[in-house]
């Protein structure tokens, strides 16, 4: 990985990341799917993958319906391949949101893959889960 090239890239997935997870706070769905790759693969903790901008449209209607009070979605490492049109973000997330039964809390992490394409960064795959142990 060169850094002339790497870092410049990087930054860029980074600003990319920060308006998805700014959008996602917003609930905002038209605001999210820009980052969104058309060949998108999701991979939400105990489900299905979810395969496809529309399906992860899709995913995202309901997953937008939780009324989070707190979300935090923060890459700690981004790595951009030498040919700084791949990077791999590394991070960790939080969110909070009320239920009838109480407060939720949740921390974790996430990996997501983005790919660069037509001069924009786009996900497309995306993997995140709970810290928590199994129940």
Not at 49 to 54: N, P, S
Not at 81 to 86: M, T
Not at 97 to 104: A, K, L, N, S
């Amino acid at each position: 990985m060169s850094i002339p090239v790497a870092f410049p890239e990087a930054e860029r997935v980074r600003k990319a990341n920060q308006a998805w997870v700014e959008a996602e706070r917003a609930h905002d769905l038209d605001g999210i799917m820009p980052y969104i790759a058309e060949n998108a693969v999701f991979q939400p903790p105990a489900a299905k993958a979810v395969r496809g901008r529309e399906a992860v449209r899709e995913f995202y209607k309901e997953f937008l319906k939780l009324p989070f009070s707190e979300f935090d979605a923060t890459p700690d490492e981004i790595l951009v391949a030498d040919s700084g049109d791949l990077a791999m973000d590394i991070g960790h997330l939080r969110f909070v949101f009320e239920t009838d039964g109480g407060q939720v809390r949740s921390q974790g992490k996430y990996l997501a893959v983005w790919q660069k394409a037509g001069g924009e960064w786009k996900c497309i795959a995306l993997s995140f889960s709970d810290d928590a142990p199994a129940q």
